[in-house]
């Protein structure tokens, strides 16, 4: 059994009924529920909170749906930083990390899988990391 960090987009679509994607969304998260724990980190609270109301709408949701809740390990920042040198080596526009690099450095360094909608940036810049998305798990 693998843990699975699990990206905004995809609470984000069950929280708010997203008529296109509540249903993938739903299902791969219970699918990923059985098969090890689910994990967010600060980066994907911080971009849920804009949603809620209340911090205890939050937690209670996080609960309600048997989340944990991980602090961003050093390492991951770390090569968050260092993909971000790279992404602007490329000629990446940003002019700091993107929370995608968070986000994948985090799975990439805990050995999770990443449950995600948007393989974009985190196939291109984390290629070791196992993802779970419409195109990879229809």
Same mark, same amino acid.
């Given at each position: 059994?693998?843990?699975?960090?699990?990206?905004?987009? !995809? /609470?984000? &679509?069950?929280?708010?009924?997203?008529?296109?994607?509540?249903?993938?969304? $739903?299902?791969? %998260? +219970? &699918?990923?529920?059985?098969? *090890?724990? /689910?994990?967010?980190?600060?980066?994907?609270? $911080?971009?849920?909170?804009?949603?809620?109301?209340?911090?205890?709408?939050?937690?209670?949701?996080?609960?309600?749906?048997? @989340?944990?809740?991980?602090?961003? #390990?050093? &390492?991951?920042?770390?090569?968050?930083? %260092? !993909?971000?040198?790279?992404?602007?080596?490329?000629?990446?526009?940003?002019?700091?990390?993107?929370?995608?690099?968070?986000?994948?450095?985090?799975?990439? !360094? +805990? *050995?999770?899988?990443?449950?995600?909608?948007? +393989?974009?940036?985190? +196939?291109?810049?984390? #290629?070791?990391?196992? @993802?779970? $998305?419409?195109?990879?798990? #229809?």
């Amino acid at each position: 059994m693998r843990d699975t960090l699990v990206d905004t987009n !995809v /609470l984000l &679509d069950i929280s708010e009924a997203n008529q296109v994607w509540f249903g993938w969304s $739903s299902m791969a %998260l +219970r &699918d990923a529920a059985n098969r *090890g724990e /689910l994990v967010v980190n600060p980066v994907v609270y $911080s971009e849920l909170a804009s949603g809620y109301a209340r911090r205890e709408e939050l937690e209670a949701m996080l609960m309600h749906a048997s @989340i944990r809740k991980e602090e961003l #390990p050093w &390492d991951a920042a770390f090569m968050a930083g %260092l !993909v971000y040198r790279t992404y602007r080596g490329k000629g990446g526009e940003r002019t700091r990390p993107l929370p995608d690099f968070y986000i994948g450095a985090h799975a990439s !360094v +805990r *050995g999770y899988r990443l449950l995600t909608r948007d +393989r974009g940036y985190y +196939r291109g810049y984390f #290629p070791t990391i196992e @993802i779970i $998305s419409p195109d990879t798990h #229809p």
